[in-house]
């Protein structure tokens, strides 16, 4: 590939779009960067020079927003980064691919709709065998089965979203009286804080080959790893690989925690991750699509003995006013 490739990556604002941005400046590949923000105070919008303002995930003509930004600026791969956004792109992929000839890394809607409700998520590790915890939709039925089994604490989440949003761990049966019958939500038991979480990612070829594994022991901050240390465990580097190949996703990322030499699994991401950056010291995603679905390449498994312990920090960007006005500018009309 000689020319540069145009390539565009919403949600630059989250550390998700801007893994992914940082994750392809260190391959090798010669890239016109194309990013993508509804929120003017975004930091990358500032760092880069085609950034654009788009419309929220929310609006109704979101997705026709961003075929018109595709075809404006020859935009031949897509990387949505947004959560909410994903199962749009999964259903939109093909379609977009035939009307503009643009590439979106995304999964399968039928997989989108596995790692995006975290009750289908439990039916599908469940059945497929894999350790996770008991959990239940938060209708009557099940807030009467986690009574009669009044083991706490449990955890009540939302069954779609990210990060630490809306959820509420209960310690007793009074708290558990408090809860609403409400099918959006499920309860689910929580796993012991002695234990330590772990997030997991997969990168599968076209053929569901394995071709890069990374097993990250994490501590949160604000709902995001905020310092990670890189696990040399074949085991576990196994059980999330054959969760990602049951499921037939060319990128997976696996959260949960350890329990001896187990991992109980609580969540699956059918996305790039937050931690897609930290994960390009063992092997770079966003490069490998690359490499695979522009170059033809074959790949060949990523294995390193390299380990490494990431600690996030904040850093500031300066800007002016005429900046901001021009971004402004530049994105109307697209």
């Known amino acids: 590939m000689n020319e540069p490739l145009n390539i565009a990556i919403s949600g630059v604002g989250g550390d998700v779009g801007q893994g992914v941005v940082k994750s392809l400046e260190i391959s090798e590949f010669d890239i016109n960067f194309f990013l993508l923000s509804s929120d003017l105070d975004s930091a990358f919008l500032y760092l880069y020079k085609d950034t654009f303002l788009s419309p929220r995930v929310a609006d109704p003509n979101y997705l026709n927003f961003i075929k018109r930004f595709i075809v404006k600026f020859k935009i031949q791969l897509f990387i949505p980064t947004i959560d909410s956004e994903i199962s749009l792109f999964a259903e939109a992929a093909q379609e977009i691919e035939i009307e503009t000839g643009c590439k979106v890394f995304v999964n399968s809607s039928m ?18 065998g894999f350790a996770t915890p008991h959990t239940v939709v938060q209708g009557s039925l099940g807030l009467a089965e986690f009574r009669e089994r009044s083991h706490y604490p449990i955890i009540s989440k939302p069954r779609k979203g990210a990060g630490s949003k809306n959820i509420t761990v209960i310690y007793n049966e009074a708290q558990l009286e408090e809860l609403q019958n409400n099918h959006d939500y499920i309860i689910q038991d929580y796993l012991d804080d002695k234990l330590d979480e772990v997030t997991c990612g997969v990168y599968l070829d076209d053929t569901l080959n394995v071709v890069g594994v990374s097993v990250l022991k994490r501590k949160l901050k604000n709902g995001s790893t905020n310092l990670a240390e890189r696990l040399f465990l074949p085991k576990i580097e196994y059980e999330v690989s054959e969760v990602a190949k049951k499921l037939g996703t060319k990128y997976l990322n696996v959260q949960g925690k350890l329990d001896g030499n187990n991992i109980v699994i609580f969540e ?9 950056s930290m994960v390009s010291k063992i092997f770079n995603a966003p490069e490998l699509y690359i490499r695979e679905n522009f170059n033809g390449e074959k790949l060949q498994r990523q294995e390193t003995t390299h380990g490494f312990v990431s600690i996030r920090f904040q850093e500031e960007i300066y800007t002016t006013v005429g900046d901001m006005e021009q971004l402004i500018q530049r994105s109307q009309g697209i």
Request: glycine share 8%.
């Open 111 to 128: 997989a989108t709709a596995v790692t995006q409700d975290k009750w289908e998520t439990f039916k599908f590790l469940r059945d497929s």
């Open 268 to 276: 699956l991401n059918g996305r790039l991750s937050g931690t897609v």
